[in-house]
């Protein structure tokens, strides 16, 4: 079952590109790109108009950890970093010989975590207990070349924000760059929520080291 299901999730993300194999150096390399701290606020001085200055944070948790990357990740509107819009917990692990999955959680009282007014982050004091996996929205990458591409599948990622039924994700990590496109639609699919030109660009302004 897992295989056909493989099978089919490559189909329908990757029609039309050649797969490439992945493995553990990749896994490596794509959660040296993701770690780190972000922003977009030259695409935003760009164009005010449709593109918010957000500060994306990606820290590296629980390394002793043997199935993959676990990552704090919380974004925030540029001076309200003190209260982020969005935290969540990802796992990056190999799926298969051809792509890299990213499963999402939620946290329980999550604004205990934000990291500008905590170190507890840092300090390894998110317990796995405090997770709730967010079902449907996992994202699926594949390797293009050097960077990886990818998003979530089908509309089965829950979304009640501002009249939605369901989200998506689309997501291009590249080695100083992630561009990420996440919109909501409502039952009838139309956007709810999410910029409508195109995704934030999130260019790394700090490298954290992975432990």
Not at 21 to 46: C, N, T
């Amino acid at each position: 079952m897992k295989s056909i299901f493989s099978f089919i999730l490559v189909f329908i993300l990757f029609t039309g590109f050649a797969q490439q194999k992945v493995d553990k150096k990749d896994l490596d390399r794509l959660a040296g790109y993701m770690s780190g701290s972000f922003s977009s606020e030259k695409q935003h001085d760009a164009d005010t108009a449709n593109y918010y200055n957000i500060r994306l944070k990606m820290i590296q948790i629980w390394n002793t950890d043997k199935d993959g990357y676990w990552f704090y990740v919380e974004q925030a509107v540029a001076g309200k970093e003190d209260k982020p819009y969005r935290q969540r917990v990802y796992h990056v692990s190999i799926l298969n010989d051809s792509i890299i999955e990213s499963k999402i959680y939620l946290l329980r009282n999550p604004l205990q975590y934000a990291t500008k007014q905590s170190n507890s982050i840092l300090s390894g004091n998110i317990s796995k207990d405090s997770l709730v996996y967010k079902n449907g929205c996992d994202v699926y990458l594949k390797k293009n070349g050097t960077d990886f591409v990818g998003g979530t599948v089908g509309n089965g990622c829950e979304s009640l924000l501002r009249g939605a039924s369901y989200a998506t994700t689309e997501v291009t990590i590249q080695k100083d760059l992630l561009t990420s496109w996440d919109r909501g639609y409502d039952k009838e699919k139309k956007q709810a929520w999410g910029a409508t030109k195109g995704g934030y660009h999130f260019e790394k302004k700090e490298i954290y080291t992975l432990k």
